[in-house]
């Protein structure tokens, strides 16, 4: 590469700059390819799988003369899915921990100000969470902003949970109780915490090349629940758990915004064989496309790589500069932890 292009190439402000570590490719892929499932959705949800254009026409920018949703909202534009998913990850890695007041203090300041927001506009709150970050400006602890009721179990706040498992160090354990808590600020009820836990899992276990992460995170939660005691909530998280799966014999996958829904359709969407069809798959399930696309490409980025997204979507996409320090941080964080595992070992 001549000096020019290299040149070149350091002034291209947007994620394909990403590509400078190769070491961290899979962690990457994953909040990238969270972020590019959510921005391909955006123009889609809403609509019923069958008003969808073909797959080879679903694209960052859809089809002349296609009823796109938030028409005003340019292409490459991330939503809720993404900014939250932010917030979350910016919250972990200044707190160094789960911090409920910082992250929940993230989402309002979201909310109110765009933070972490492409052009710090934002175009698509999700009712529950809306009502949430409501009752936590009534005063409401992060504990118990969110709703408990069966309704309650929309997929907010599973659609941003990923960056939990790509930051995570500590035990399966330890992730699984985390990645209920963050649930917390806008989704109380027992299943959406059981699904945000079961996909942490399935992240980590596609992020160690595990050759069944599915099967796996569902035999490692399951395990975990047994062991926990009565107060820990174990008989109703058995429950919810058996619901869950529940779903997955009975139920057909169709993208809706019911969370157990959202994550068997991505499951469904990964059995396609590269971070493009998966993405499109997602899309093409129609209703809530953004939040299901987020959910499975973030795992399709672990499996494919940040090189496995098309490079054509990473300079389509929105916000680098909004992203830039945060991804900066993660990028520390995994590599300081690295380091530390190899003097260790
Ligand atoms: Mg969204």
Redesign the pocket.
């Known amino acids: 590469m001549s000096m020019t292009e290299k040149l070149k190439m350091l002034d291209r402000r947007d994620f394909t700059s990403l590509y400078a570590y190769p070491d961290l490719d899979k962690e990457l892929g994953g909040l990238v390819g969270l972020i590019c499932g ?1 921005c391909l ?2 123009a889609f ?1 809403f609509h019923s799988p069958n008003d969808l254009p073909h797959a080879e026409m679903i694209d960052m920018v859809p089809p002349a003369g296609f009823n796109r949703s938030h028409a005003d909202v340019p292409p490459g534009t991330w ?3 993404s900014s939250q998913a932010l917030c979350l990850l910016a919250s972990l890695l200044d707190r160094g921990k789960l911090d409920l007041d910082d992250f929940a203090g993230r989402l309002w300041n979201w909310m109110e100000f765009g933070y972490l927001a492409v052009d710090r506009q934002v175009f ?1 709150v ?1 009712i529950q969470t809306e009502r949430a970050i409501r009752r936590l400006q009534d005063g409401i602890s992060p504990e118990r902003s969110g709703g408990v009721t069966e309704m309650d179990n929309g997929n907010g706040s599973a ?1 941003r949970v990923l960056p939990m498992a790509l930051w995570h160090h500590g035990s399966d354990e330890e992730l699984v109780r985390d990645a209920h808590r963050q649930s917390l600020p806008t989704h109380g009820h027992p299943r959406s915490q059981v699904v945000c836990a079961l996909y942490c899992l399935v992240a980590r276990g596609y992020l160690a090349n595990h050759p069944s992460p599915w099967e796996w995170a569902d035999h490692r939660l399951e395990s975990i629940y047994r062991e926990w005691s009565a107060n820990d909530g174990r008989d109703a998280l058995a429950a919810e758990l058996a619901i869950v799966r529940d779903f997955r014999i009975r139920s057909k996958p169709n993208g809706s915004g019911y969370v157990v829904d959202t994550l068997w359709s991505a499951k469904k969407a990964m059995e396609s064989d590269t971070f493009e069809s998966v993405a499109k798959a997602s899309v093409l399930f129609g209703n ?1 496309c ?2 299901t696309a ?1 959910v499975s490409s973030g795992l399709a980025g672990i499996r494919f790589g940040l090189r496995g997204i098309p490079e054509v979507w990473l300079h389509q996409l929105r916000g680098f500069d909004v992203a830039e320090s945060i991804v900066e941080g993660m990028i520390d964080h995994l590599r300081n932890h690295r380091r530390t595992a190899e003097i260790r070992s």
């Open positions: 959510d959705g955006v949800e939503s809720d899915d698509d999700g659609m809530d953004d939040s987020a």
